[in-house]
């Protein structure tokens, strides 16, 4: 897709405002009332979900250079999707996410990528993670496991660790719990070691849409070299790359990607893995499912036709519900 692609969208926008304020019933104060950070930081109709439309089709007709401030719009904004679920209140055909990402990819085309992006892609090209850190350092978290050589042998399951956890020991307990959660399947289980790489994503939404295809193409050929039939993340970043990014830019890794809660709510049903679990948690839980509960469901009329044509940023085109929490549905916060 290209911005082009997307004038529908911007010449859509009915400037109801639904992407700054929440539903007018459901205010309670003005501290709750707001959708958008980006137009509440900016203080700016053009950085509110409806003011970026406008400049996007601005910049289309010929009547706004897309200038390196034109292009901070849109980087000034967290792709939060806020926007979005307030745009679907009255316009099911509106995707105003997609049309930030273009932008984003249209402005790397034009020379005005942000510095700091220009650097975090550059750690990825250099040491495949966003961090920079040296590529053989990536599997040293994993050193006293006996998981196996992805790269060397077949495997079940392929467990993508993700550039963060890989990295950052703070995490690498809740890593090793994620091994023995595996093994407990008693499937072969493997890691592409310092051979894994950044998922993409990163780059991405930054606008650097050509690194999601090379970090893409380099997982579809790790995948296919480990024989694996399902690929285990603990990174949420990875999940949503793997079952969205992937197959709306064409990679298709060929396999299940399911997250490692999900892997862990099913053994704990199935009795494969025990122990002692508490029904209570101390902290309150969010299920941020905004799509989850409806993505399964038959769409109709004007909402078919459109999730026919698309694949949308929120992953309403997904065939099944978005697993956001199967482990979080069963906490009692
Ligand atoms: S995605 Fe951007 S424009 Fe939309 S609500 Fe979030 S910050 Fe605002
Ligand atoms: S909610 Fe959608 S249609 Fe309404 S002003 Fe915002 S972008 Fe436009």
């Not at 023995?180 to 993409?200: H, Y």
């Not at 024989?227 to 603990?234: E, K, N, T």
């Not at 948690?281 to 769409?299: M, S, Y």
């Amino acid at each position: 897709m290209s911005l082009d692609s997307y004038r529908h969208d911007m010449e859509g926008c009915s400037r109801c405002s639904s992407c700054k304020w929440i539903p007018l019933a459901q205010i309670r104060s003005q501290r709750w009332s707001q959708v958008c950070p980006s137009i509440w930081y900016n203080d700016f109709h053009a950085y509110s979900g409806s003011g970026k439309l406008n400049v996007a089709l601005s910049i289309l007709d010929g009547r706004t250079d897309f200038d390196e401030s034109a292009a901070d719009i849109f980087y000034a904004c967290t792709m939060c999707g806020g926007c979005d679920v307030g745009c679907k209140v009255y316009r099911n055909d509106i995707d105003p996410t997609e049309v930030f990402h273009e932008a984003r990819a249209r402005a790397v085309e034009l020379g005005h990528a942000r510095l700091d992006h220009l650097a975090l892609v550059e750690n990825m090209r250099s040491e495949n993670n966003v961090f920079g850190l040296p590529r053989g350092n990536r599997a040293d978290w994993s050193a006293g496991t006996d998981l196996l050589d992805a790269n060397a042998e077949q495997v079940d399951i392929l467990f993508h660790v993700g550039c963060r956890l890989s990295y950052d020991e703070t995490q690498h307990a809740d890593l090793l719990a994620a091994v023995e959660i595996l093994q407990a399947t008693g499937q072969r289980v493997g890691t592409s070691g310092t051979a894994e790489a950044c998922c993409g994503q990163r780059a991405y939404e930054c606008g650097f849409d050509s690194e999601l295809h090379n970090f893409g193409d380099d997982m579809v050929n790790r995948v296919r070299t480990s024989g694996a039939s399902m690929v285990a993340v603990a990174c949420a970043d990875c999940f949503g790359a793997f079952n969205y990014l992937y197959p709306r830019n064409g990679k298709e890794l060929g396999v299940p990607v399911r997250h490692i809660s999900e892997i862990a709510a099913e053994a704990v049903r199935e009795g494969t893995l025990t122990g002692t679990f508490s029904n209570t948690t101390p902290a309150g839980v969010t299920d941020h499912d905004v799509d989850g509960d409806t993505a399964g469901a038959e769409a109709t009329g004007q909402q078919a036709r459109h999730h026919q044509q698309r694949r949308t940023r929120a992953g309403r085109h997904l065939p099944r519900p978005v697993p956001p929490g199967p482990t979080g549905r069963g906490l009692r916060g």
